[in-house]
């Protein structure tokens, strides 16, 4: 991979390389990072190198993802409560931090992975979820840090539960969004990051198989759609108790992003007359048979649909699962950092 652009001079250390490998791995697996969610960095030099926004993580080994922020110009601004690090760039790097960046920076470990792991959601969307993990995480140092916008909001919400001037490994687990682990060193995090997915894991249910989807594509044919290229997707339909789950609400802010505010369910014979024009979203439910996606929905949209069915598929609402509350809906709909993802995802579909 060559310098970005010729600005700024990639880590000369021996890791850099590894750290890329690192990083897309982590982005290719789907129980870890879904589309261009998730975010990682490395500090070395007084340079903060973080994701860009709307990159996918799974392209760090063979991409130019990566943006190279001044390390002490981001933090100061972290710490003052700002969302905006384009003037912590380092030259014309033609690409944008991470709306994350104001976390990565806070925190001083050289290493951060930030995911969306289906097992640890399956733990951050339930009304208990920090007490359960209690006995889950003994001998892990973490912290459960309550739900708070990303950007600004969620930096200062780190800022309270973490020490932020130790450099000794951390866990945190974000209330309704995922998972940052950081350590000064790569394999410390890599250590961590295996070491938490081991604890939290969760089995799925068994997936319904079912004839039902040669009537769904019908179904989709003639609304104008097609079914999920993945075709667990259509648990969302198929399970009973994954449905339900689905019809509690958005559980994580990238589903409000990529899929709209809660789940959209049409019985198929309500389907007559079916208008996509009139849906906030790029699918459609049908209970029993399948679930419809548009044709050109956005591979981030459809990525996140996988995310959600992973999920449903692995809790129940005897858990007291616990949705994003109408006005954090509101805030990611009418966030510019989200509308500039958004366009992104739409530009690279």
């Known amino acids: 991979m060559t310098p970005n652009r010729g600005v700024q001079r990639e880590p000369a250390v021996v890791d850099w390389k590894l750290f890329r490998a690192v990083s897309a791995e982590i982005g290719r697996d789907p129980d870890l990072v879904q589309g261009a969610g998730g975010n990682v960095s490395l500090k070395h030099e007084g340079v903060l190198w973080v994701k860009a926004s709307g990159k996918w993580l799974a392209d760090a080994d063979d991409s130019d993802i990566f943006v190279p922020v001044a390390s002490e110009s981001a933090r100061s601004r972290a710490l003052a409560g700002e969302d905006d690090f384009a003037a912590s760039v380092i030259g014309a790097a033609g690409l944008k931090p991470s709306i994350e960046t104001g976390l990565h920076a806070l925190l001083p470990q050289r290493v951060v992975l930030h995911v969306h792991s289906i097992n640890v959601l399956c733990h951050a969307v339930i009304e208990a979820g920090e007490q359960a993990l209690q006995p889950l995480l003994a001998g892990i140092p973490w912290r459960w840090v309550p739900y708070a916008r990303p950007g600004a909001p969620l930096t200062r919400a780190i800022e309270l539960v973490a020490d932020i001037d130790s450099t000794d490994p951390l866990v945190l687990v974000l209330a309704n969004h995922g998972l940052v682990i950081a350590a000064d060193r790569l394999d410390e995090a890599q250590a961590l990051l295996a070491t938490v997915e081991h604890a939290l894991h969760r089995a799925s249910r068994i997936a319904s198989s079912s004839s039902t989807l040669a ?135």
Request: glycine share 8%; proline share 4%; net charge negative.
């Open 215 to 349: 009537r769904a594509a019908e179904l989709a044919n003639r609304i104008g759609g097609r079914l999920p290229k993945d075709e667990s997707v259509n648990r969302l339909a198929l399970d009973s108790t994954a449905l339900e789950v689905a019809r509690v609400g958005a559980l994580y802010p990238d589903h409000v992003v990529f899929l709209g505010s809660g789940a959209v369910s049409r019985a198929a014979t309500e389907l007559d007359g079916f208008d996509w024009a009139e849906l906030d979203a790029p699918y459609v439910i049908v209970p029993g048979f399948g679930v419809i996606v548009r044709r050109d929905i956005t591979a981030n949209a459809e990525a996140m649909l996988g995310c959600w069915a992973a999920l449903a598929g692995r809790i129940d609402c005897s858990e007291h699962i616990v949705p994003l509350p109408e006005f954090a809906i509101l805030e990611l709909l009418g966030w510019d950092a989200e509308k500039y993802r958004q366009s992104l995802a739409r530009m690279t579909s």
